[in-house]
Every structure is written in C-alpha cells, then in structure tokens.
C-alpha cells in the first residue's frame, strides 16, 4: 500500500505533490509545537504548586480588582479571517468537483491527495486565527505566517505552469485546481502581505471604570475639606446625648 501510495504521489504534478509534502510536513510541525506548548505549561504549574506547597511562594495579583479587558477587532483581523475560510471553502470545492470526477471514472483517485490536504492545512489555519481572538493576540503566530506565505508561493508557481499550459494547449488544460488556484490568488496574495506585516489587527483594550467608587460627595473632592463627620464640632451637650451622630444616621436612613 505505502508503494501504491508513493507511486500515485509520482504521478501527481510536481507542485500538487510538493503542496502535499509541505503542508503535511507544516502540519507535523504545528502538532508539535502544540504539544510542547502545553508540556512546558504543564511543567510550569507542577512547579508552581510544588513551590506553593513548600510554602515559600507569594499571591500575586495579575489583575487589578474591577478591570476589564476587552478586544478591539479591526478591520484588518476580519478580512484575514475572511480571506482563510474563502480559501477553505475554495479547497473544500475542488475536493467535490474531484470526488464527482473520481465517481464517474473520469479521474484517478489520487487527484485526491492534494486538495485533502489543503482542506486540513486551512482548517489549521482558519483554527489559529480565530483562537488569536479569544488570546487577544496583537501578532500573528510566527508558524502561521510562514504557513500563509508558503502557501502563497505555491499558488504562484502552480498559476505560472497553468498560465503557460493554457496558452499552449487552451481550455483542454482547465480543471478544477487551475480554477480553485485563480480564485484563491487574490485572497492569498492579501494572508501573504499580512505575514510580513505580522500584525493582526486585534488590541486589547483595559476598561478600568468599574474602579471608581459608586458614591462620590462633591464637596469631598474639595481641597482641604478634612472634616468627614460632626465630631469635631460638636459640644459637650452634643457629645453626652450622641446628638452629633443625627446627620450621619440620616445619611444612612
């Protein structure tokens, strides 16, 4: 089967099969990198508690009491996001058209293998930026901008070999990848000006009203009014009978 496999990859175009050996290798790649993420993290906590435990640690306030922190989605994130599932959806078509292909016995099942693995490499990629929102990410991960601007490289080598296949041989060269490689030109040419930039559009904003105090008297905010009660002022009648108390019991009435 492995021969079978390596045999049909021969038969595929150089740039299909390339694209298939990239992405699944960037895939690998971006497996890995989770893993390791989430054993470092692992790490990090069992040596917290581990340090909390003997003692020596210390609270540490991250937050300050009543912020929040929202997220200022521009225009540039929701275009990129746009462009990512166009492209899935583009890849996602030229899967059906080469499954109704392979069904009616006009096309190898092979012509599967490439926009297969798109499919999953855009997955990835749409999974990434959408999880930038929710991490307030103000860049793009390194990974996934290397990823976009492969991607967009690919797209021009396969447009320059169809575009001079199609002058020579016209519209018998046309299939569903020449079609699915034009119209997600445009849309990779964008993710690729984005990678290099590297920003990605979100700011995280801290929202710090919930710190103010829900009464404030006017006449506190006076420079030099210290007196906050009638004690001061009031008599030795006032403080035998706690007369003086009668304003501040009706403020709190």
């Given at each position: 089967?492995?021969?079978?496999?390596?045999?049909?990859?021969?038969?595929?175009?150089?740039?299909?099969?390339?694209?298939?050996?990239?992405?699944?290798t960037l895939f690998l790649v971006f497996i890995f990198a989770i893993s390791a993420r989430r054993l470092l993290l692992c790490l990090?906590?069992?040596?917290?508690?581990?340090?909390?435990a003997v003692g020596n640690s210390s609270s540490v306030n991250v937050g300050v009491a009543g912020e929040t922190r929202d997220v200022?989605?521009?225009?540039?994130?929701?275009?990129?996001?746009?462009?990512?599932?166009?492209?899935?959806?583009?890849?996602?078509?030229?899967?059906?058209?080469?499954?109704?292909?392979?069904?009616?016995?006009?096309?190898?099942?092979?012509?599967?293998?490439?926009?297969?693995?798109?499919?999953?490499?855009?997955?990835?990629?749409?999974?990434?930026?959408?999880?930038?929102?929710?991490?307030?990410?103000?860049k793009f991960p390194f990974l996934l901008r290397l990823w976009w601007i492969v991607e967009f490289l690919i797209c021009v080598w396969?447009?320059?070999?169809?575009?001079?296949?199609?002058?020579?041989?016209?519209?018998?060269?046309?299939?569903?990848?020449?079609?699915?490689?034009?119209?997600?030109?445009?849309?990779?040419?964008?993710?690729?000006?984005?990678?290099?930039?590297?920003?990605?559009?979100?700011?995280?904003?801290?929202?710090?009203?919930?710190?103010?105090?829900?009464?404030?008297?006017?006449?506190?905010?006076?420079?030099?009014?210290?007196?906050?009660?009638?004690?001061?002022?009031?008599?030795?009648?006032?403080?035998?009978?706690?007369?003086?108390?009668?304003?501040?019991?009706?403020?709190?009435?």
């Open positions: 089967m492995g021969f079978t496999l390596l045999r049909a990859l021969r038969d595929l175009p150089v740039v299909e099969s390339s694209s298939i050996f990239i992405n699944l990090r906590r069992r040596r917290f508690f581990k340090h909390d200022e989605i521009t225009i540039g994130y929701k275009v990129s996001a746009f462009c990512c599932f166009f492209v899935l959806i583009v890849q996602v078509s030229v899967l059906a058209s080469d499954v109704l292909g392979v069904i009616k016995k006009s096309r190898e099942i092979y012509v599967l293998f490439s926009p297969a693995t798109q499919i999953l490499a855009w997955l990835v990629l749409c999974t990434s930026v959408v999880r930038c929102n929710y991490t307030s990410a103000e396969a447009l320059f070999i169809d575009s001079r296949e199609l002058v020579v041989n016209g519209s018998s060269h046309l299939s569903s990848h020449v079609v699915g490689n034009f119209v997600a030109a445009p849309a990779l040419a964008f993710l690729c000006f984005l990678a290099f930039r590297g920003v990605s559009g979100l700011q995280a904003v801290t929202n710090f009203n919930l710190l103010d105090p829900l009464l404030v008297e006017e006449e506190e905010e006076e420079a030099g009014c210290l007196n906050v009660t009638s004690y001061s002022d009031a008599g030795l009648f006032s403080l035998a009978t706690l007369s003086w108390l009668n304003p501040l019991l009706s403020l709190g009435a």
